[in-house]
């Protein structure tokens, strides 16, 4: 292997070994020999892409992953889904956002907030007794400026962390509305607050429910009048970091895994009170929207004489 080329895969392995969430439990030995002979004869860094991406596999996480600069520089291109993004008011004064996930730039998250902070005020404009928030498309991306849509819904405080392998504890919280890690602001103004505080709330859920979008189902774990419904969530509830390397690819690496309020974590799909699943034969009509609302119409604010 040329010097360069090793250099790299070095590097690589370093982050894993140093940040993994799971470094603990691997043996370094055996996964470093084997990302070598892979990248046996490896002239420039490219040649260990590979490599990178075996060992990335190999660590057990089911999250990480390696992005070659093309695909790094696609993804920092992306935007969120907003055409998934939607606040409306149902009927009977429920509130009802559909979050999707949202990753790229720094502008592309400013719009989603914007957006979705416009969306809650329209779900809400009527004074909502209570609201679904509907997180099945929510992919996952960057869970920051989520919460900085959800918080006022959510309500201020801890809702949630990130625990590392060493028991490492980072905490999520919500103040005015708006989101901070470890009381470090993480981004956007106060939030404009929703007509009733501490509302009850139906969360649905799904199998494409993944990553980001399942740190927003753990922070309302624990929620006093919160109830989820749906189906399983995909399945990785754990918190990644990214790594630039010398060519501008990239390692999305898990380093943490999600915990709620209470200190539970989680490390796999995250199943719902109430799993509903959507009848094929009725197009129609959303089961799982349904059985939300005909929850939340039973629930005091909600309820009707």
């Not at 949630?160 to 981004?187: I, L, R």
């Not at 990785?236 to 539970?264: C, F, H, M, Q, W």
């Not at 034969?281 to 349904?290: E, G, H, I, K, S």
């Amino acid at each position: 292997m040329a010097p360069a080329a090793r250099t790299y895969l070095s590097k690589a392995l370093d982050i894993m070994e140093e940040h993994s969430l799971l470094r603990h439990e691997v043996d370094w030995t055996d996964l470093r020999n084997k990302a070598y002979t892979q990248a046996h004869g490896a002239r420039k860094p490219a040649d260990t892409y590979g490599a990178i991406s075996s060992a990335l596999r190999r660590l057990g996480d089911a999250h990480s992953s390696f992005m070659e600069p093309e695909q790094a520089k696609e993804s920092a291109e992306s935007a969120a889904y907003l055409d998934e993004l939607e606040g409306r008011s149902l009927k009977n004064g429920v509130g009802y956002l559909s979050l999707p996930g949202v990753q790229g730039s720094q502008e592309a998250y400013d719009k989603y907030v914007r957006l979705g902070r416009a969306a809650v005020t329209k779900a809400g404009g009527t004074g909502a007794c209570g609201w679904v928030v509907d997180l099945r498309s929510d992919s996952g991306g960057n869970m920051w400026p989520m919460l900085a849509v959800i918080g006022p819904i959510l309500g201020d405080g801890n809702v949630g962390m990130f625990v590392d392998a060493d028991g490492k504890k980072y905490t999520w919280s919500v103040k005015n509305g708006a989101p901070y890690e470890d009381g470090k602001s993480q981004g956007w103004s106060d939030a404009p607050p929703v007509a009733r505080s501490s509302p009850p709330v139906a969360v649905l859920t799904g199998g494409r429910t993944a990553s980001a979008g399942e740190a927003m189902v753990v922070a309302f774990r624990g929620r006093p009048h919160t109830r989820f419904f749906g189906k399983p969530t995909y399945g990785v509830p754990t918190g990644n970091n990214a790594y630039r390397l010398s060519d501008t690819a990239l390692i999305n690496l898990t380093e943490a895994k999600d915990a709620d309020r209470t200190g539970r974590t989680y490390d796999e799909a995250i199943p719902p009170d109430e799993e509903i699943a959507k009848d094929p034969r009725d197009r129609a009509r959303d089961t799982v929207l349904q059985a939300a609302q005909d929850w939340l119409l039973k629930q005091s604010p909600c309820a009707r004489p």
